[in-house]
Structures are given as C-alpha cells and as structure tokens.
C-alpha cells in the first residue's frame, strides 16, 4: 500500500500542503518546532482518525481558522483509494472513503495499515501498563475487527460496572448483567493479546539482535495483572466486588494487564541506559511493521519521526540498512540532521524525495 499525494489545509501549523511522494522514501528536514511532525500527524491520522500527539480534534484546526482539511489519495491492494477528512468547529469530524462517509469510524481501523515510530515511544517502557496494552489494543484491532468490537465492548461495560461502585449500587442483578458480558468479552481479548504478543515476541528479539548484535538478551511477554490468572474472570469480579467498591473502581481484568520488558533478565525501564531503550522501542516498531505486513497482506506504512537520537552510529547503521530493504515499502523520516537523510536515500535503490520543513511550509529540496 502506498499514499501518492495528500493535500492538507489548516492543521496544526501548516496553512496549506499539496504534496505528491515517492513511493519508496519521503523526507522531510527542519528544525524543532516548525512542523514536520505535523506533516507525519496528517498521514497518520488518516488511518487511525485521531493524533499520535494526543491532542482532541478541535486542537487539530490552525489558529484563527474554522475548519482543518485532509484528502488523500491512495493505491491498495491494486486500486486507487480516495479519503477524505475534516473538522469544523463546533461540528463532528468526518471521515469519507470514495466520497460516502463511515457508519462508525472503528469500521476503517487497519483498512489503511501504519507504523509510527517517535521519541513519544519511550513512554513504552517507562510509563504505565496502560501505554503498552494502547500499543497492543492498536496492533490487534488493525488485525481483528473482531477484536476492536470485544475491546469497545468490554470497556463499555467497565465504565458502567465501575460508575456503580462509585455511587455505590448495592443491587447485584446490575453487576451480574455487565460482569457476563465482561467475561464473555475478555476472554476473546485475552486470547488474542497472548497469542499476538507471542508471535510479535519472535520478530522482535531478531531486530534487537540484527540492530544490537548478540551480547543482549531481551524479553517481550504478556503479564495477566491477576494472582490466579486460570480462574474465569466473572468468579473474579464477584469475588473481588466488595474489595472494588471500597476502592470505587474494578480492580481485575484484562484492563490490568501488562507488558513485561526485560533486558538481560531486569526491567528495561530500571536499568537500560538511553540507547538500549531507543532500541528497544524501534525495534518493537519494526516487529510490529512486519507483524502487520503478514497478517494484512499490505505493506503498511512507516513513519519514522526523529529516530536516529540517543543511538550511537553502528545501530543508526544497522536501523537504516533494513528499513530501506525491499522488505519494507514507503517510508516517511524526519530529522534535523541531513546527513541521516542523504545517507537513507544514498541506500535506496528505488525512487525519493525530501522536502525542507519551515514554519509549516513545505519546500521540495532537489
């Protein structure tokens, strides 16, 4: 799958950008702050309708301006497809896909297949379960319709369950009737999560191993946040509802599992140095890349935003060897640093471009 152009008005801080890429190596140079990031935000959120920066919808639309814009146009699986978004304060976003606009917007989630990887990565290892089970949540709902409507589901049915602790709801047919559906609901999320994170765990020790050499030993592995992690959940809840309504909210589920991290048998965000992390979490990316690659039968995109920091010149070496490998499609790089761009376009064998990124303007540099 590759994107061909995109046209975008009045997000963030680019007024107005009509671009049309290459369909291996797109790059885009500037310093911090003056919208490249940004460029990367609109392709992004062309496949997940919302910011990888976290900011709400209304933020997305230029200062001083009413409405934001995107439309691009796309060649998937053979065909050319067009998408369209936009934002008008005070209104609903839309999204459009040849011109009709989606029922629900989780019907287009990994219908446009995308990787990003960020300096915002790092929250990865060093925040909470809940970051690592949104980077696995994504993964899997671009895999498994299924699995995004069980997870929508679920937590659904977890706001309910925890509002009634919070006001203290005594009845137990109203925790009955949301605790069935948790069950039935979790158990279909908890599979998929165990048996992905698995298969991910194998490409992903390769990369670290391709990009680090032998001498580390790292671990990926999914952690069920319970004692008794073979007991159904619905005995779970009953049996730990009074001890989460004097907490005020559900205190097991598959909401409290996590991601276990290790390098050489400790965890990673205790005792890895800068680089080991940025390793680490690229190379999560990557396994994620081709993850997706097999399950969709697309290349997804990659965005790769200022990656190369903190990672000292044998591993950048190593990181741009396979991404410019056939084994990967169209790329998008940004950095501040020219040298890292003219270096992944002297190893591309096929067609690029790079643009010069400058208060939200974007120059094409020959």
């Known amino acids: 799958m590759k994107i061909n152009h995109i046209r975008v008005s009045n997000f963030k801080n680019i007024a107005e950008a009509d671009l049309d890429f290459s369909p291996k190596v797109n790059c885009f140079l500037g310093n911090n702050g003056m919208g490249k990031s940004n460029l990367l935000d609109s392709i992004y959120y062309m496949s997940f309708c919302k910011s990888f920066s976290g900011m709400t919808d209304t933020m997305l639309i230029k200062r001083d301006e009413e409405f934001s814009m995107i439309d691009a146009t796309y060649s998937r699986r053979g065909v050319e497809e067009h998408l369209q978004f936009g934002i008008t304060r005070g209104h609903r976003k839309s999204l459009k896909r040849g ?17 990003l990887s960020s300096p915002h990565d790092i929250d990865l290892i060093r925040g909470t379960g809940e970051e690592r089970r949104r980077w696995l949540d994504m993964i899997i709902s671009q895999a498994d319709a299924v699995y995004l409507d069980e997870l929508i589901r679920y937590n659904r049915c977890l706001e309910q ?13 109203l925790y009955i009737a949301l605790e069935i559906q948790m069950d039935r609901a979790a158990e279909y999320i908890t599979s998929c999560r165990e048996r992905y994170v698995g298969e991910i765990a194998g490409i992903f020790n390769r990369y670290y191993a391709d990009i680090a050499g032998e001498g580390e030993s790292v671990t990926l592995a999914y952690h069920r946040g319970t004692d ?10 009953e049996r ?5 309504e004097i907490i005020g909210h559900t205190t097991v589920g598959p909401h409290r599992d996590d991601i276990e991290m290790l390098i050489d048998g400790m965890p990673m965000r205790r005792v890895a140095s800068q680089g080991q992390c940025k ?11 081709e993850f997706l690659r097999g399950i969709s039968g697309m290349m997804p995109l990659l965005l790769l ?6 990672l000292d010149a044998s591993r950048v070496e190593k990181i741009m060897e396979i991404v410019t490998h056939d084994d990967f499609g169209q790329i998008f790089v940004t950095d501040t640093n020219r040298l890292h ?8 064998r096929g067609d690029y471009r790079m643009w010069l990124v400058d208060s939200g303007r974007l120059t094409p540099i020959e």
């Open 228 to 237: 008794v992690p073979e007991m159904p959940l619905l005995e779970l809840l």
């Open 161 to 173: 369950r925890n509002k009634l602790l919070r006001d203290h709801v005594a009845d137990p047919s």
């Open 341 to 348: 761009l003219d270096e992944i376009m002297r190893r591309t």
């Open 279 to 289: 390793t680490y979490v690229i190379t999560l990316r990557l396994a994620q890349y």
């Open 305 to 310: 935003d200022d990656i190369f920091d903190k």
């Open 99 to 115: 011109g009709k606009p989606y029922q629900r917007l989780s019907q287009h989630i990994g219908a446009f297949p995308l990787v």
């Open 240 to 244: 730990n509802r009074h001890r989460d």
